[in-house]
């Protein structure tokens, strides 16, 4: 476990830091600037930083949904190569799940040939005594779509609350 993180609430001014972590964290996808900047000024606490001697090095962009079936919605999470696999996007989930503990579930698009990123959060939901599958209530909606096209799965992780 990496000592010296700091998990912090992003705020409007950290936009640009979001879209640079996407481009240094493949197989992330970075989006334009204005899209990180929407989700800190309308989802607050949604959005968290990982910062280590005062230096980005991970993010999360979540937002709630008004479909109970998908629940919260992680978007995005990455860590800098120099950092993974060291405890860092655990605690951001972590930092996510204590902003909303009240919230049964979680959702997340994961590419499932993406190992680690399947482990954690497999990890993150055993971790809160919850479970994680494959969010069924993404299929009707979204199959055949532009979102279908990159090879992700939807996922749901619920908790007891």
């Known amino acids: 476990m990496q000592t010296g993180i700091q998990i912090d609430a992003g705020t409007q001014r950290d936009f640009g830091s979001c879209g640079e972590l996407a481009r240094a964290c ?3 996808v970075e989006h334009e600037p204005f899209a990180y900047w929407s989700f800190l000024a309308g989802f607050p606490n949604g959005t968290l930083l990982a910062r280590h001697e005062g230096r980005d090095i991970g993010f999360l962009c979540s937002f709630e949904t008004p479909n109970a079936a998908i ?3 992680v978007w995005q999470i990455g860590v800098l190569e120099a950092y993974r696999r060291s405890g860092v996007a655990m605690m951001l989930l972590d930092s996510l799940r ?3 503990p009240q919230e049964p579930l979680m959702s997340a698009c994961i590419d499932p040939d993406n190992t680690p990123s399947m482990s954690l959060f497999n990890r993150f939901a055993e971790r809160y005594g919850g479970t994680m599958h494959r969010n069924e209530a993404f299929t009707g ?4 779509t532009p ?3 990159y090879g992700e799965d939807f996922f749901a992780l619920e908790f007891q609350t």
């Open 26 to 28: 493949p197989p992330l």
């Open 71 to 73: 629940g919260r919605f």
């Open 98 to 100: 204590n902003h909303f």
């Open 141 to 144: 909606e979204l199959a055949n």
């Open 147 to 149: 979102v279908d096209e």
